[in-house]
C-alpha cells in the first residue's frame, strides 16, 4: 500500500535548475534508504543519486557537482536538486524507496513511483 508521489518535473532551459520531490505515503516502519534513478529515450535506467537512512550520500559521476539528494525523515520525503542542467540530463526520473513495513517488519527494496519528465532544451 505504499505509495510514492513524484513531483517537480517540467521544462527548463539548459544551465537552469529543478527541484524534485518524492514523498511516501503508507504504513513504513522505517526507511533504509531513497534514491532518484533516470531514463532517457532509448537508454537503459540509471541511478543518479541515492541517500541512506544515516544520511551518506552517492551520486552518479554525470550528476556530480551538479546535484544534490537531500530527506526528510518525519516526512518520508527525498528532494533532488538539480542546478546547471544539460540536455543530456533529460530523461524521466524515478523515486526510489527501500523501506521496512511496520506489520511483520519485511523489508522492500524497490519501490517505484511513477516517474516525472525532466526536458532540458539548449
Known amino acids: 500500500q505504499v505509495q510514492l508521489v513524484e513531483s517537480g518535473g517540467g521544462l527548463v532551459q539548459a544551465g537552469g535548475s529543478l527541484r524534485l520531490s518524492c514523498a511516501a505515503s503508507?504504513?513504513?516502519?522505517?526507511?533504509?534508504?531513497m534514491g532518484w534513478y533516470r531514463q532517457a529515450p532509448g537508454k537503459q535506467r540509471e541511478l543518479v543519486a541515492v541517500?541512506?537512512?544515516?544520511?551518506?550520500?552517492n551520486y552518479a559521476d554525470s550528476v556530480k557537482g551538479r546535484f544534490t539528494i537531500s530527506k526528510d525523515n518525519a516526512k518520508n520525503t527525498v528532494w533532488l536538486q538539480m542546478n546547471s542542467l544539460k540536455p543530456e540530463d533529460t530523461a524521466v526520473y524515478y523515486c526510489?524507496?527501500?523501506?521496512?513495513?511496520?506489520?511483520?517488519?519485511?523489508?522492500?527494496?524497490?519501490?517505484w513511483g511513477q516517474g516525472t519528465l525532466v526536458t532540458v532544451s539548449s
Open positions: 526510489n524507496l527501500d523501506y521496512v513495513e511496520a506489520l511483520l517488519r519485511r523489508r522492500y527494496p524497490e519501490v
Open positions: 503508507g504504513i513504513i516502519f522505517s526507511i533504509n534508504a
Open positions: 541517500i541512506t537512512s544515516g544520511g551518506s550520500t
